[in-house]
């Protein structure tokens, strides 16, 4: 089974929680209070999968004297999405152990720099994408598996409200105009650009994911019963394309008015050539609205909020399905196959493909980043 990203054998796993009594908080109270040696707990305010309460209790049985609570204000469960605090956490780890083990020595604490770590991550990163073999055929095995599930996202709320974002980013439409959707997986902002709420002369979206782009036509089925998928560029029509964004666009210079790119941009190769495309693409004064998932992106509250809202246990199911999705994208991110850009990176991508960035938002639940620009 999939758990957070990771391959785990669930029988072994499940059988093994309750051979070993750690399968729910009271048989974790109960090996608390056999726990004699020093602790020290850490925990963040924000996390959506342990609550305060339960850590409180937890620490409460523990036998041993030494022990100690540091709540971080801002981390949910993944410590190392928040540079900040994962540098708290690890001083205040090293002096309570100080303290444990050499309490008449004095403590010379000497952290690295908030740019030291980034920097140093980064080589990491690096030096570990050398070792992974990101294949295209594996690349479209696991997104046909991701956006398989992926069009529940378009009931959350804080997908909406993303959605809804990029519309308003990409600026009013001065009449019926050509929109690029590079990377439209199964159709979610189709729905939302094709509802009616703009005019469209036609509507372009690409994708590698075959499967992806039939459900993508089936929801644009639904929003027009007139339209058709089709390659002809008629008034108020769409048309999907199954392409490679590795590749250049399969579109002729100057012929796009907009262009959007949402949550795509940190999974392909090399992002600054596609930004160059876009540009070529563009008509004079063209409009890009690009989005990604910030560095270390934790998205688990966003899936949390949907589930507690979820009207079936299929709901509940899916979320769960969508959060584990989502866990695989952050292991490929610690295995330096994907890149998440923070906004200076964005901006800088922008600029180096031509075009100049005009304004930037976050949405997602916090988790994203928006930087509209224009072909100068």
């Not at 205040?92 to 908030?114: I, K, M, Y």
């Not at 079936?312 to 850009?341: C, M, P, W």
Request: hydrophobic share 40%; charged share 20%.
């Amino acid at each position: 089974m999939n758990v957070l990203g990771h391959s785990v054998k669930a029988d072994h796993f499940l059988g093994n929680s309750i051979a070993f009594n750690f399968h729910n908080l009271q048989t974790t109270l109960e090996d608390s209070r056999s726990t004699q040696v020093p602790v020290h707990v850490i925990a963040g305010l924000r996390d959506t999968w342990v609550s305060l309460d339960a850590v409180k209790l937890a620490l409460e049985s523990i036998s041993s004297e030494c022990k100690t609570l540091y709540l971080l204000d801002q981390s949910m469960h993944r410590l190392e999405e928040n540079p900040k605090d994962l540098s708290a956490a690890f001083q205040h780890l090293v002096e309570q152990t100080h303290r444990s083990l050499l309490p008449s020595v004095p403590l010379a604490f000497q952290s690295p720099s908030l740019r030291e770590v980034v920097t140093q991550r980064r080589i990491e990163k690096d030096r570990m994408r050398l070792h992974m073999d990101k294949r295209t055929e594996d690349e479209r095995e696991f997104w046909r598996s991701y956006l398989s599930d992926f069009t529940l996202i378009r009931q959350v709320e804080d997908y909406q409200q993303l959605a809804s974002d990029v519309v308003e980013m990409i600026g009013p439409s001065a009449g019926p105009m050509i929109l690029l959707d590079a990377g439209c997986g199964s159709g979610n902002l189709a729905f939302f650009f094709l509802s009616g709420r703009r005019p469209l002369s036609l509507y372009v979206g690409i994708d590698f994911v075959h499967d992806a782009l039939l459900t993508a036509a089936n929801t644009t089925k639904t929003l027009e019963p007139n339209n058709r998928l089709s390659g002809e560029a008629a008034s108020g029509s769409y048309t999907f394309i199954q392409g490679n964004l590795d590749t250049p666009l399969p579109l002729r210079s100057g012929t796009a008015d907009q262009i959007v790119c949402n949550l795509v941009l940190s999974y392909l190769n090399d992002p600054l050539d596609l930004l160059r495309e876009f540009v070529r693409v563009l008509k004079p004064k063209g409009r890009m609205v690009i989005s990604t998932l910030k560095p270390m992106a934790d998205c688990s509250q966003i899936y949390r909020n949907f589930a507690e809202k979820a009207r079936s246990h299929e709901q509940v199911d899916q979320a769960r399905k969508l959060l584990n999705n989502a866990g695989g994208i952050a292991a490929k991110e610690t295995h330096g196959l994907y890149r998440f850009f923070s906004q200076l990176e964005m901006e800088a991508l922008i600029e180096a493909s031509g075009a100049v960035p005009l304004s930037s938002r976050i949405s997602f639940g916090n988790q994203a980043i928006l930087i509209a620009a224009v072909k100068a």
